[in-house]
């Protein structure tokens, strides 16, 4: 039946694809046979063709074999954008083993909580977290750890100097039992990978863990078929030609957004993978403007940054194509500097780890006639999205009316890891409940108006306020305490907290602000604290986070009109 979205859909993209029901890894296979001189990384001026990634990924795949590992193992990555990352992922896959991948920023309770509730075995990680797995080992699961260098792949030049000068990172590990070394394995094993039966609709790909509404780490369960759809259907989004495109592949591979963006989908269309480790903006130009960057997926930080970058101009970014942003909104005036700057099309986009994870998107269109600012787009090929009411979730809500986004299609989880209650609170018939309140417009435009949750985006990443409160609430001075996104210009929203001190104890905000400091990643550092007597509590005690942001909100208004 048609939707009210298939009168603006692009003209170059189909309704509906038949997906390769194989596993992920073959997509890697498959275009290895049929390009295999093709570049399919760069890695600060060292390529690796399609031939040799496939041969590195099965060697690996075999060394796995060979230390134990079996099907529907997990194997935690906790690792940069590197070539190592996608020989690891892909190595895994091939050894009939799960992915969990792990934030680099991330600290050791963090990584144990994860390690521990995947019931990982293995660990493929880079040499510098080697201290930080070491204190945690003897509290996990993990039977082995397999440690990656940074300049292993760098040119033997760079990867001397680099050393050298200190700028490469770099930490010693010595040998002991149970700790191998990534190069060594790869050296020593044939490219001999196990033959493993998989069933690419129910054999999982990959944890990948998210907050959910509680701020408690699930781990969502993405298929095989989840994970090569959503890579299929991004690649007709971005109307993407095989072997012709080159992707900045600068979104962390650690997050489901740059993995299937910028790696699954490259890898299915043989396209080169500009891998850059982390974000700097200078470093961003030269990379699009040396390697003729042509799709750009990001988040809206980066663009912001960008478009205020002193020199920009200075750089050749005419070979880019079609950027998506996703994340966070995507404010309209950045948006458009992009364009007009690199002649290419920024379209905003939407998705969420339990859905592999897009799900909409703005026609990428040059014209911009089917673009809509501020909305995030249509649903992709073979996706369903509507609107229901808040209070049931069964009424669907009619054109302008808000209410509970919510969406069906192949590229939705199976459940969270080992949550059946969790699982059956978002997954109903069929239908991932989003937790996002919005609104579909007449022409099938989708619009985010406010989260059902309390969730934070700083510079796209997820933060959750239970998290942050429950480490403040370790502080012994600390008697109540509240976070909430607090709105800004460059990062979307920042952690601000909410702190009653107990009666007669003494804190100071930087005191406070480094004692969460000290225990999170750095990306969910609070920024800001405010200290008052008594917070907005609803009848039964609770704090009300709504009220806080909304005061927050309203603050920011006259800054705004003014």
């Given amino acids: 039946m048609p939707k009210p979205w298939h009168k603006n859909w692009p003209e170059k993209v189909a309704q509906s694809i038949q997906y390769p029901d194989v596993p992920l890894h073959e997509l890697l296979t498959r275009t290895a046979n049929l390009y295999p001189k093709n570049t399919a990384i760069v890695f600060y001026g060292k390529t690796i063709t399609y031939k040799e990634l496939e041969t590195l990924t099965n060697k690996f795949a075999t060394a ?18 590197i070539p190592q990352y996608i020989i690891s992922y892909y190595g895994a896959l091939k050894a009939g083993a799960t992915v ?15 390690l521990n509730d995947s019931e990982a075995e293995t660990i493929v990680a880079l040499d510098v977290f080697f201290p930080a797995i070491k204190n945690i080992w003897n509290h996990t699961t993990l039977k082995r750890v397999i440690i990656a260098k940074m300049k292993e792949y760098l040119p033997s030049t760079k990867a001397f100097f680099g050393t050298l000068l200190g700028k490469v990172p770099s930490r010693k590990v010595e040998k002991q039992p149970s700790v191998y070394f990534f190069k060594e394995l790869t050296e020593k094993h044939p490219p001999n990978p196990p033959t493993v039966k998989i069933n690419p609709r129910s054999d999982l790909a990959a944890l990948q863990y998210t907050g959910g509404t509680t701020g408690i780490p699930k781990g969502a369960m993405l298929t095989h078929y989840n994970l090569v759809t959503n890579a299929v259907m991004c690649a007709e989004w971005l109307t993407a030609r095989t072997s012709q495109e080159v992707f900045l592949t600068v979104l962390p591979l650690f997050h489901i957004y740059g993995m299937t963006t910028s790696m699954n989908a490259a890898i299915y269309i043989a396209g080169t993978m500009v891998l850059l480790p982390r974000f700097h903006p ?10 003729g960057v042509t799709i750009f997926c990001g988040v809206p930080t980066m663009y912001t940054v960008l478009v205020n970058h002193p020199h920009i101009t200075k750089y050749k970014l005419s070979t880019i194509k079609f950027c998506i942003s996703g994340a966070a909104p995507l404010p309209p005036e950045v948006q458009r500097k992009f364009m007009k700057i690199t002649g290419g099309v920024l379209v905003e986009g939407y998705g969420l780890t339990e859905s592999s ?13 089917t673009v809509k600012i501020g909305s995030i787009g249509i649903p992709w090929p073979d996706t369903e999205a509507k609107i229901v009411d808040i209070k049931t979730g069964k009424k669907e809500q009619p054109p302008g009316k808000v209410g509970e986004l919510v969406v069906k299609g192949p590229q939705v989880m199976l459940g969270y890891w080992n949550m059946p209650e969790d699982t059956a609170a978002v997954l109903k018939d069929g239908w991932l409940y989003t937790g996002d309140v919005g609104k579909m417009d007449e022409d099938g435009y989708f619009f985010i108006t406010d989260r059902k949750k309390d969730l934070i985006k700083y510079k796209g990443y997820s933060v959750y306020p239970r998290e942050l409160e429950d480490v403040l609430y370790e502080h012994p001075a600390v008697k109540l305490c509240a976070v909430v996104g607090k709105p800004d210009e460059t990062s979307g929203e920042i952690p601000k907290a909410f702190v009653v001190l107990k009666e007669g104890a003494k804190a100071t905000e ?6 969460v400091k000290d225990r999170v990643a750095p990306y969910k550092a609070i920024r800001e604290i405010e200290f008052r007597k008594e917070l907005p509590t609803s009848l039964v005690g609770k704090v009300l986070r709504r009220t806080l942001r909304e ?7 006259p800054a705004a009109q003014a």
């Avoid at 134990?68 to 990555?77: H, M, N, P, S, Y």
């Avoid at 909409?360 to 269109?365: G, K």
């Avoid at 005061?551 to 208004?557: I, R, V, Y």
């Fill in 357 to 369: 994870p897009v799900t909409h998107c703005n026609p990428l269109d040059p014209t911009m006639k």
């Fill in 282 to 291: 200078t470093d961003v130009l030269k990379a699009i403007e040396q390697y």
């Fill in 64 to 81: 796995l074999n060979d230390l134990g590992v079996k099907k529907t193992d997990r194997i935690a990555l906790l690792l940069p954008n």
């Fill in 100 to 114: 969990t991948a792990i934030s680099p920023l991330s600290k050791e309770r963090e990584i144990m909580h994860q």
């Fill in 551 to 557: 005061e927050e909100t309203e603050k920011q208004q």
């Fill in 510 to 515: 930087k005191e406070l602000i480094q004692f």
